[in-house]
């Protein structure tokens, strides 16, 4: 079956730097396009960015220049990096793959910027 385990997730302060990882399985991870979304406090859950099987990236303009996204199919992991964090950037940020018009998510990793 498959299974989306995010980590890297904390407390950071404002202007510092994260990276987040997604190992997947039970799927073949370098066929598909991968997304990262976020869910602030109170808020929709939003999609952040997505990188095709080819490597191409897409990204929300709120993050765009200064979040990178990236896999390593070796691996089958997906990647987040994000800098230049901004407290508005606080939220639960998921793994998604989407396979047969079925959305597939981990359980989250949970950012916080302070200010």
């Known amino acids: 079956q498959v299974q989306l385990v995010e980590s890297g997730g904390g407390l950071v302060q404002a202007g510092g730097s994260l990276r987040l990882s997604c190992v997947a399985s039970g799927f073949i991870f370098s066929s598909n396009t991968m997304r990262w979304y976020r869910q602030a406090p109170g808020k929709q859950r939003e999609l952040v960015a997505a990188?095709?099987?080819?490597?191409?990236?897409n990204y929300a303009d709120s993050v765009k220049g200064r979040f990178t996204i990236s896999r390593e199919n070796a691996k089958n992991t997906l990647y987040l990096q994000m800098n230049t964090l901004t407290p508005e950037d606080t939220a639960v940020y998921y793994c998604n793959v989407k396979r047969f018009a079925t959305d597939y998510w981990g359980k989250g990793t949970p950012v916080t910027v302070s200010s």
């Open positions: 990188i095709s099987s080819g490597g191409i990236p």
